[in-house]
């Protein structure tokens, strides 16, 4: 399965309080507490029950702090609001579970405690919670359109912190079961602004699925608190409904219909909408029949009212008032209930579902970093040199000053990349689903496929690096050779210069490298395959497997078909051992994005009787360092 592992990130993702046990050995009161959940965290980071289970140790003795501490107090291990630590850790079925041991000082902390405890036996949300602080990688998932973050591998756990509220989340800090109220960048969806525009929106919208008029949902958003979470909105929608209900069996009045569908009902309709825009055989039977019925269902639109031309009507609501972003959109798609959105957050999903197929993804095998958010100026990474070996200090000598390293820096800068797709009036009045599903299926394969040259370019374009303007591939990087008929001896022989590379400006320091993986054309997959799984060895001379074993065995090959040089083969080293290329996005994620233009009344709407949908994908990278890679060359 393709992955790809970042450098550690800070996490902290919710814990609880279970029951207080008798006094902690230093005299302090003691507490059973889960401290982290197995599965998916409502912020998008994935917790495998098998990686906790296996890092369990780390949490063994982990400090508890009153609050997360700041970057600045974990450099200056600082022990203010030290509360505790954490022992017996156990691997229990819903979750990492320990004792936590308070500090005699630590009153206030127990006796908030103590009142969680009681309100979760009277059922009231608890007052305080757990929220771990660990360094963890994470490597990037797709299921249905959507990006979450698998962690991979758990580094070091820095503490287990007794919160308020259990959410320090954002896009470093993530949380499961909370959010940060106050991190901008935290899923909208979960806690709310009443002061901004998008807050009262979200009330108008939730109170109108629910059949409430604009009066309650005014009265809804000057109850609630400035920042509000979905949880304290429904409950409030909850009370007026069932007050609203109750007053009408009283009077007997029918409430006046509504057009608004309910959560349940709207859910409904976007799946059958992506069923529709689905190919092959294992299409869902909930799918729509044609892209008419699907907007008439959703919108609630009469067909051919007053004589309207209603395929001209579905391009008109397709391009919608506001124009659609698919970046504005990502959060948002299951509380939008305009045709634009829906079908504009359908259309991406598929794209984005194509853009992940796996046979386009192996490019992650080979990158040692993924940088999200970057910007248009020019990126730098630095790196320096050693020391070399130390000299040795005579009996009564002074120690001499040491020769200062030199340091050399990969960059690069983002570069745009897009096209544009037509929606004509012609497929909609037709009906040309075939047509209109090929439109994401397109979209999202054109992304795939040049993100995909644009990383196994590097190898057989073979450009001069950023760092020491050499040749990737070159004598003076000592990791290549000409000719290099792949074969046995040959595949030996590029092992024994990858481990014999040395460290940037320190050549005392031999990296000892091996190849994880053997990049070849089509024409060299059966060799490249025999030399990869064979227990034996397979010499060129004479020709059939000795009884010699197969020092490659394990190495696992990559075949790029569209290779044009059908001699060249590459070796790379493990991503995560040595670095090798960075690849750096300008959105959050490395799906491309989607667009269509705002106004209907100019354009291409009003020109050509179309609706452009513009794919936009903006990323580059680079080699970081060429001791990872050799090339040999037939």
Request: charged share 25%; glycine share 8%; net charge negative.
């Amino acid at each position: 399965m393709p992955r790809t592992t970042t450098a550690p990130d800070r996490d902290h993702v919710e814990g609880r309080i279970l029951e207080a046990l008798d006094p902690a050995p230093g005299g302090g009161r003691a507490y059973r507490i889960r401290i982290i959940a197995y599965g998916d965290s409502r912020n998008g980071r994935r917790y495998p029950e098998a990686l906790l289970r296996q890092a369990a140790g780390l949490y063994e003795g982990a400090r508890v702090f009153d609050g997360h501490r700041t970057d600045d107090e974990l450099r200056s291990s600082a022990t203010r609001g030290l509360l505790g630590y954490v022992d017996q850790v156990t691997a229990e079925a819903d979750g990492l579970h320990g004792r936590l041991n308070l500090l005699p000082s630590a009153q206030r902390a127990a006796e908030a405690l103590d009142a969680t405890l009681t309100g979760q036996d009277a059922g009231r949300p608890a007052l305080v919670g757990f929220s771990h602080d660990v360094l963890a990688h994470f490597e990037p998932i797709v299921e249905s359109g959507r990006r979450i973050l698998g962690a991979t591998r758990i580094v070091a756990v820095n503490s287990a912190d007794l919160v308020c509220d259990p959410a320090a989340g954002g896009a470093v800090r993530a949380v499961a079961g909370g959010v940060d109220p106050d991190d901008p960048d935290d899923d909208p969806l979960l806690i709310h602004d009443g002061r901004t525009a998008r807050g009262r929106a979200v009330v108008v919208a939730e109170c109108a699925a629910r059949g409430l008029p604009t009066e309650a949902a005014k009265a809804i958003g000057d109850a609630l608190p400035h920042r509000f979470s979905e949880a304290q909105l429904t409950h409030l929608i909850d009370v007026a409904w069932s007050a609203r209900a109750d007053a009408e069996r009283v009077t007997l009045t029918p409430t006046v219909p509504t057009v608004h569908v309910t959560q349940e009902a709207r859910d409904r309709k976007i799946a059958a909408l992506d069923a529709m825009l689905m190919t092959g055989p294992d299409r869902p039977s909930v799918a729509y029949r044609s892209l008419r019925h699907a907007w008439a269902d959703i919108t609630g639109a009469r067909v051919d009212f007053l004589g309207e031309d209603e395929n001209r009507r579905i391009l008109r609501d397709t391009m919608g008032g506001s124009g659609y972003d698919s970046g504005l959109r990502s959060t948002e798609s299951l509380t939008a209930t305009s045709w634009d959105q829906i079908f504009g957050d359908s259309i991406t999903r598929r794209m984005i579902a194509e853009y992940g197929s796996a046979n386009l993804q192996s490019w992650k095998l080979v990158v040692s970093s993924v940088s999200y958010g970057v910007d248009f100026r020019t990126q730098r990474r630095e790196r320096v040199g050693g020391y070399g070996v130390l000299p040795t200090v005579g009996q009564g000598q002074p120690y001499q000053p040491l020769t200062s390293p030199t340091d050399e820096e990969a960059t690069y800068a983002i570069t745009k990349r897009g096209g544009t797709e037509d929606l004509t009036l012609e497929m909609v009045a037709n009906d040309d689903l075939q047509a209109i599903r090929n439109i994401p299926v397109k979209l999202g394969r054109a992304a795939a496929i040049t993100l995909y040259r644009f990383i196994w370019d590097i190898f057989p374009t073979n450009a001069a690096t950023t760092y020491d303007s050499t040749a990737l591939f070159h004598a003076n990087h000592g990791n290549t050779d000409n000719p290099a008929l792949l074969g046995q001896s040959t595949l030996s022989n590029g092992r024994r210069k990858m481990r014999q590379q040395a460290a940037y400006g320190d050549a005392t320091d031999v990296l000892s490298t091996v190849p994880r993986y053997i990049v070849v054309p089509s024409s060299l997959e059966e060799i490249a395959f025999q030399l990869c799984t064979s227990a034996v060895a397979i010499p060129a001379t004479p020709a059939g497997p000795s009884d010699t074993p197969n020092l490659h065995q394990g190495l696992e090959p990559i075949v790029i078909d569209y290779y044009s040089d059908q001699n060249d083969w590459y070796l790379v080293a493990d991503p995560r051992m040595c670095p090798t290329i960075e690849i750096g996005f300008y959105a959050s994620s490395d799906a491309p994005e989607l667009f269509t233009q705002a106004d209907p009344t100019n354009g291409s709407m009003f020109n050509n009787d179309t609706v452009i949908w513009k794919v936009r994908h903006i990323y580059s990278g680079t080699a970081l360092d060429h001791r990872g890679f050799y090339r040999g060359a037939n």
